[in-house]
């Protein structure tokens, strides 16, 4: 399985929407009786709480062990599902082709956008270093938000965009802009190519055979 050393470099190569994607994800899921404090945070607070639960999992030198390793994927994909607003995410992915779709036809695409994420990401996060988050300001508009950060270290300077839409008073996440570039909008631009060369049910297909990966990722320098 493919690894990263470093935040940096991830975020220096293709690889590295995987890890804001997993960055977003590993907030633990709120316990029974949270709502009402998911409530009264900011989109801002819940985007910090979520990255020092990063970290701290990151630190955890219990989950770096070799024999923690299939642990520690489930882990990731098991919280990825608990903070990404997955169905939001995959609707704008698909763009227009979406209002088309049966309810069946919805829910099978939001799972193979999922399989597909978690495939092309899962253990690509092994380390942390220096990396240091500057947090530039917040714009909410009704039930979305979007919080601005820096990323920066000694070899990373990197601006990273949180968008996010309050589900049932908490913050959820459903896009990520990276440098100006969208994870939403770059795989729309994929899927809009392949249904146009193969249709819908194409895509499905190629995704079901685990045949779709973003070119901006496969032309990312092996880590």
């Not at 590993?26 to 949270?34: F, H």
């Not at 959820?172 to 770059?186: E, K, M, T």
Request: aromatic share 8%; proline share 4%; glycine share 6%.
């Amino acid at each position: 399985m493919p690894t990263c050393t470093t935040l940096w470099r991830l975020l220096e190569t293709a690889a590295r929407w995987g890890c804001v994607i997993l960055l977003l994800a590993l907030a633990p899921p709120p316990a029974a009786g949270a709502n009402q404090q998911e409530t009264e945070q900011t989109a801002t607070e819940a985007v910090k709480g979520t990255i020092t639960a990063l970290i701290r999992v990151l630190d955890d030198n219990r989950l770096k062990q070799p024999d923690r390793a299939e642990q520690r994927r489930r882990t990731i994909e098991e919280l990825i599902r608990s903070r990404v607003d997955y169905e939001e995410m995959a609707k704008r992915a698909l763009g227009a082709p979406w209002q088309t779709l049966s309810e069946r036809e919805r829910l099978e695409f939001v799972g193979l956008f999922v399989h597909l994420l978690r495939d092309t990401f899962a253990g690509r996060i092994t380390e942390h270093h220096d990396e240091q988050i500057d947090y530039l300001g917040e714009h909410r508009e009704d039930a979305y938000a979007e919080v601005r950060t820096r990323l920066k270290g000694r070899k990373t300077d990197t601006s990273i965009d949180f968008r996010l839409i309050d589900r049932a008073g908490r913050w959820r996440v459903y896009d990520v802009v990276i440098d100006g570039a969208g994870i939403v909008s770059n795989y729309r631009a994929q899927f809009t190519n392949i249904i146009r060369e193969a249709s819908y049910a194409g895509l499905v297909n190629k995704m079901k055979q685990k045949a779709v990966a973003v070119k901006i990722f496969e032309t990312a320098p092996a880590p």
